[in-house]
């Protein structure tokens, strides 16, 4: 089956302790994104991916690393988690469809992980 | 990416065909109109994209007005699973060439609100 996959689906932690949520798609996607998700602010883009040791910041990249070794795996790196991390955390991967300058994306989503820093 | 304009809620009788309208009066000729939607708190979902054709895939049906200001998403019946926020989006063809950092970047509105309702 087709899917994007997050884990930790739920995560508490305590403020400074590094953390790794992990993503991973199996649809040879070639472009991956991270999203976090706040009450009355929408989607906010972090980072995204166009491939492999290709990435790039989003609209709220503070506070949070990436990597993209393999074409699968996205991980999004806290490494000191504060309290205004807290939030609700997408990973999403994309393939293009059609041609020259009509190319569309349709992005699948992860399940999201809801993360507590206290 | 041109702005949207949805209704907050509506509301559905199980069964029957859901009509959800969105404006996008400022769209430009190589803008899509795409829909996603999200059940609460889980990732958001694809439903359906286009230009100015109609389009209908085995989820739903769009219909885009001919000078492209509007368009209509349509469950055809509709059931308790398919409420949701729905949400409809505006963005240039060619996302990938299209500049700093909006590469694939989806930018939600507030979305309509759709209860279906036994």
């Known amino acids: 089956e087709a899917q994007v996959t997050q884990n930790p689906r739920y995560l508490i932690t305590v403020t400074g302790k590094k953390l790794t949520v992990t993503c991973s798609q199996n649809?040879?996607?070639?472009?991956m994104s991270w999203y976090r998700q706040d009450p009355g602010l929408g989607l906010r883009q972090i980072y995204y991916?166009?491939?492999?040791?290709?990435?790039d910041k989003g609209d709220v990249p503070e506070g949070y690393k990436v990597s993209r070794k393999e074409k699968r795996n996205f991980p999004l790196i806290l490494e000191s988690p504060s309290p205004n991390q807290t939030s609700l955390y997408f990973c999403?991967?994309?393939?293009?469809?059609?041609?020259?300058?009509?190319?569309?994306?349709?992005?699948?989503f992860g399940p999201g992980t809801r993360l507590t820093v206290l | 990416d041109a702005k949207t304009t949805q209704p907050p809620s509506m509301d559905c009788a199980e069964g029957r065909a859901a009509n959800l309208p969105c404006n996008h009066s400022?769209?430009?000729?190589?803008?899509?109109v795409y829909w996603y939607r999200q059940i609460h708190s889980q990732g958001p979902q694809y439903i359906i994209h286009g230009l100015k054709n109609n389009e209908t895939n085995e989820m739903a049906s769009l219909i885009i007005t001919e000078d492209r200001k509007s368009s209509t998403l349509i469950l055809p019946h509709a059931t308790l699973r398919d409420t949701a926020v729905y949400y409809c989006i505006v963005r240039v063809s060619n996302v990938f060439n299209a500049g700093g950092t909006s590469y694939g970047k989806l930018t939600f509105g507030q979305g309509t609100i759709l209860t279906v309702h036994p």
């Open positions: 649809m040879n996607h070639e472009y």
């Open positions: 991916s166009m491939n492999v040791e290709v990435t």
């Open positions: 400022t769209i430009s000729g190589n803008e899509y």
């Open positions: 999403a991967s994309s393939y293009l469809a059609g041609h020259l300058k009509y190319l569309t994306d349709t992005q699948y």
